[in-house]
């Protein structure tokens, strides 16, 4: 590699110009917090996807690393998340770890096809009322993941008594502690801030409350590479493609919305493709080296914006500061108190929640209401990318619903004796139906002028429709002209030998009609 090569790489890392002793701090602390919470999470969903902590905590690292080098927006984290351990579970429980990676493996390669092909785009037609139900779920799945640490450690009993008041007491104080920082000092982030104070009054004062090593041991070496002992045969294919493209839209999902939802929050813009890219080289990565796969946190990417970390230096950091803990401060990490976790994790819930939607349920048209409360209650029910798939299908079907009903026509008289229908409104699959309707064949003069001046001609149904239309006056010995219709458009209806087309005043636009030139659906009968 050239100095040019590591000079412009260290650029990408953080611009030289911003690099200061006081950005670089910020940067580490900032990490050193990200990678506090990643350990009770990874430790977490490898139990819910029924493997080995490890499992978890490589998967954090090794896509954590990657992504924060490579990934489409500075200041995201990724790792070990919920939303893939809940499907990992099923095919863990019936053909075990090793099925895991190469399914993880596989992933990775599909969701790099799809950053090739520049498919992260598509993110962009995720309507605003959708991503608000993401946030508002994700939120309370948060939420509902820090029940678990309620349990006395070991069983699915609830604490009670003075150890449950002595648990709420220590996350209060934490909350407190990271609401009050900022108020007091910032050289320290917050989030540190609560946990730092909050594991040396535990340690200190020897209280007996549920630690981060009451979960699992987190010691270990590092990753070794390791092909996933599987057949590789097409039975072994017919097993885990399911489940791989699956964890891909997921996994995808859940990053691309993330990294939308950090882009407002710093007013910068990611790359969706490259996220992609980057998504995929971890997990095919992570596969090979005994990780379980991940994809974006919403959580941590929410504790690192708001601790300060802006560029790919903190989640870098992260990253690098769990491979320490996992080789060399094991038993330190495991005293801190789990309450200090939770409370860090219960401000990121409070901080992603958007608020402003409870208010705003009563202003916004029904439809987008709806689609609020939909999404948050299918994100919480199910997974995140279903609850957006589902968001997304509502919507679109809620907006040709009214872009159909739009299509109307006013109707007039020339002196020459024919009558113009000027249509207005979009002619798609949605409105053709009502577009027929408009018309009066029996009773219409022996010339029809229909003029879409107003309109736009959007896929092969309008064409359909109108040609149809068109068919319904020939059958009654009248003549039907179009006018504003594109060029490509009234070629095609040519060349059904029944039109008439003035074209002197026709717009060029642009018209999809390759598919009913190609199959003959359209002209050419």
Known sequence: MTPTFWSAFADRMIPTDRITPSVLRTELLSGLTVALALVPEAVAFAFVAGVNPLVGLYAAFIVGLITALIGGRPGMVSGATGALAVVMVSLVAAHGVEYLFATVVLMGLIQIVVGVLRWGKFIRLVPHPVMLGFVNGLAIVIFLAQMEQFHVPGTHQWLSGAPLALMLGLVGLTMAIIWAAPRVTRIIPAPLAGIGIVAALVIGLGLNVPRVGDMASI????????????????????????YSIILAAIGLIESLLTLNLVGEMTGKRGGASQECVAQGVANTVTGVFGGMGGCAMIGQSMINVKSGG???????????????????AAPLIEQIPLAALVGVMFMVVIGTFAWNSLTILRKVPATDAFVIVLVTAVTVATDL???VVV???????????QNARRIHATT???????????????????????????????????????DFEGSRVVDQSALQAIEAVAGKYEDAGKRIQLRHLSRDCHSLLAKAGHL?????????????????????VLGGH
């Open 219 to 242: 010691a270990g070496g590092l990753p070794a590479f390791h092909i996933p002992a599987v057949p590789f045969t097409w039975e072994t294919l017919k097993i885990i493609a399911p």
């Open 385 to 387: 990318a279903t609850a």
């Open 412 to 450: 007039y008289l020339t002196p020459e004796g024919a009558k113009v229908y000027k249509v207005q409104g979009p002619l798609f699959f949605g409105s053709a139906a009502g577009f027929a309707e408009l018309f009066q064949v029996p009773s219409d003069p022996g010339l029809v002028i229909v």
């Open 310 to 328: 802006r560029t790919r230096i903190a989640a870098t950091a992260a990253a690098l500061f769990l491979l320490a803990f996992i080789l060399f």
């Open 391 to 401: 968001g997304v299908i509502i919507s679109a079907l809620a907006y040709a619903w």
């Open 500 to 520: 008439m087309v003035d074209s002197d005043d026709d717009p060029d636009y642009a018209l999809a009609v390759d598919y009913g030139v190609r199959t003959g």
